[in-house]
């Protein structure tokens, strides 16, 4: 059957219909993760949380747990609960897998309860964050009255 006698055959309503389905099945809006790379001081300036820690438990797509050894901006807390597959921005997003008790420097927005970790800000297993993490010490001693 040709198509334009499948279009003549399901009239003006049956092609609304399908247009309707379509429609309500996609989505509102592309979610794709654009990083826009921020200097140092503007990253640290909008984090809510930065902190060096270690992989308490990791759930591939679920979440992540991390606990605190060094607080460098932020509500004092010694375990962070973070859920990940929530964006495809997310940090701890596969391939990543963590080893339990692998230590990372971690970038955070967000409010206990609800924090994010975005793969677009400086958080790094500290091995590879040294430089970063300096930085931020310092940025930290600046901010402090």
Known sequence: MRFDRVLRRL?????????CVVALFSPLRASACSCANPD??????SA??????SIESFEA???VKIRVS??????????VSVPVGISDCDYFLPPLKP?????????????????????????????????????LRRLASASRP
């Open 11 to 19: 009239g003006i309503p049956g092609i609304v219909a399908i247009a």
């Open 61 to 63: 797509l679920q979440e």
């Open 48 to 53: 809510n949380l930065i902190f060096v820690g």
């Open 99 to 135: 080893a339990l008790g692998e230590r990372f420097l971690i970038i955070a927005h967000g409010e206990p309860g609800h924090w994010s970790i975005s793969r677009c800000s400086r958080s790094a297993p500290e091995a590879e964050a040294i430089e970063t993490l300096e930085r």
């Open 70 to 79: 060094e607080m460098i901006k932020g509500q004092l807390v010694s375990l």
């Open 40 to 45: 140092l001081e503007a990253e640290f300036a």
